[in-house]
């Protein structure tokens, strides 16, 4: 007789120190406060847990998706958890259970938490995901580091191009790389990963070369914060980047024909949509672009003149500026409103594919707008929610 199912084992819930990016996405998720934080890492309490699976789709790395079988009364504290660097092995002698022991203590995602779809769209391409990881990274040398934001504005935004040479990185537009910046922080441990997406399509930021660029905002020194977008901002060409990655399998862009992307995003979130746009702009394909993009103001707004050039046929493109002197904040659900009947007329199409990304916050007020445009319009948002999520269709990536 198997003994291993009657001891009393648990698939505790685990997180991955080495890939976390500490955007903090799992603990807003987690329904029950099951995941706590320390300066270190993000953990899971394995008393409280119930394996929702909430957490798990919107997290960008797929670092929340880890689980170990353990002895209940052997269960990892969350103390031990921040001591982590790394997630221990599957000890040999806990093997798993019977399959259909995992499902019955795995419930099906609890959908109604998760706000955004949890699936690619239908036509997109298949991603390759983790390839590099910190054990084995790829190396990437720069080939590009150009300040975006105007001289005078306050915001050093760059764009960073890195090169893989004859190393394998194939990426889609919507998904992001980790970076690996060089030093320990004050308890002498290496710095984690911080996560970027990718600003270039998938055939490179240079047509035909094995590179991606990314959109790197400098973020002040304080508390930590800061060290990974110093480095990468401080980059010279030649310079070489320790790479993991690429993350990300659901935000996507849709590839079939008139498919519409409705795009959403504040600052640095445009990177996904430069990304998207230049696939578009390169493959000259049908369908419609609608773009909503915010900045503190014109001159701390990325790609700003790249982005006035393109012909309104190609995108319809709407700035939403917060801080321009001696006008009212502005920002990009205010500009939604405006468009209403154009947004609605998308919203109603079901080749419609909608993207939202940039900052926390964004992302209520967005979804406010989309629910009052919905309304105004004669469509039934609740149903409409459900099927742009069901299908695919609604992409945020907000932190
Ligand atoms: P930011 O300059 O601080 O803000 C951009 C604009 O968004 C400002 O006009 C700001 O207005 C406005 N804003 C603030 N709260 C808002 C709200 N509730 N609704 C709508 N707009 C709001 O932005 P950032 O520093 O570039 O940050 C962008 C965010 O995108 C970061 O959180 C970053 O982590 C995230 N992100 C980046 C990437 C990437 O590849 N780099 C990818 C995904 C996400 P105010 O004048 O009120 O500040």
């Known amino acids: 007789m198997d003994t291993r199912v009657e001891m009393d084992t648990i698939r505790q819930h685990l997180i991955d120190p080495e890939i976390c990016i500490r955007c903090n996405t799992c ?3 987690c ?3 099951a995941i706590t934080h320390d300066g270190v890492n993000y953990v899971v309490k394995a ?7 909430a957490c798990v789709p919107p997290c960008p790395t797929g670092a929340i998706d880890n689980w170990r079988h353990v002895l209940r009364s052997e269960a990892y504290s969350v103390d031990v958890q921040f001591g982590w660097d790394e997630l221990p092995a599957q000890d040999a002698d806990m093997n798993a ?7 019955s203590d795995a419930p099906t995602v609890a959908s109604d938490t998760v706000r955004g779809s949890t699936i690619a769209p239908w036509s997109a391409a298949r991603p390759y995901v983790q390839l ?5 990274p790829a190396m990437a040398t720069v080939v590009g580091n150009y300040r975006l934001t105007d001289a005078a504005a306050q915001s050093d935004i760059r764009h960073i191009v890195l090169d893989f040479g004859a190393l394998p990185f194939p990426v889609l537009e919507g998904q992001s790389i980790g970076i690996l910046p060089p030093g320990m922080n004050a308890d002498g441990r290496a710095h984690h990963a911080r996560q970027y997406s990718i600003a270039s399509p998938r055939d490179g930021e240079r047509p035909g070369y094995n590179n ?3 959109t790197v905002k400098r973020v002040k020194h304080e508390n930590g914060d800061g060290v990974c977008s110093n480095y990468l901002c401080d980059l010279k060409k030649g310079d070489v980047v320790t790479v993991i990655g690429p993350f990300g399998n659901t935000f996507l862009m849709p590839n079939h024909p008139d498919s519409h992307l409705l795009m959403i995003c504040t ?6 949509m430069r990304a998207m746009t230049e696939y578009r702009r390169r493959r000259k394909e049908t369908g419609r672009l609608m773009l909503f993009f915010g900045a503190r103001t014109r001159e701390e707004l990325p790609y700003f003149g790249p982005l006035t050039n393109l012909p309104r046929e190609f995108i319809d493109t709407n700035l939403a500026f917060s801080r321009t002197p001696g006008q009212p904040k502005r920002y990009v659900q205010d500009a939604m409103r405006e468009r209403a009947d154009d947004v609605a007329r998308l919203l109603d199409d079901a080749n419609t594919h909608v993207y939202v990304c940039g900052l926390r916050g964004m992302e209520d007020g967005v979804l406010e707008a989309l629910e009052a445009i919905a309304g105004s319009h004669g469509l039934d ?8 999520r069901r299908e695919g269709r609604l992409h945020l990536e907000t932190y």
């Open 27 to 29: 603990e807003e998720t």
């Open 31 to 33: 329904p029950i406060d």
């Open 47 to 53: 008393e409280v847990c119930n394996g929702c699976m």
């Open 97 to 103: 259970p019977a399959e259909a022991a995992i499902q």
């Open 132 to 136: 590099y990881t910190h054990k084995a």
């Open 212 to 214: 991606v660029s990314l």
């Open 267 to 272: 600052g640095t979130g445009s990177a996904p």
């Open 381 to 388: 948002w609740t149903a409409l929610w459900e099927r742009l």
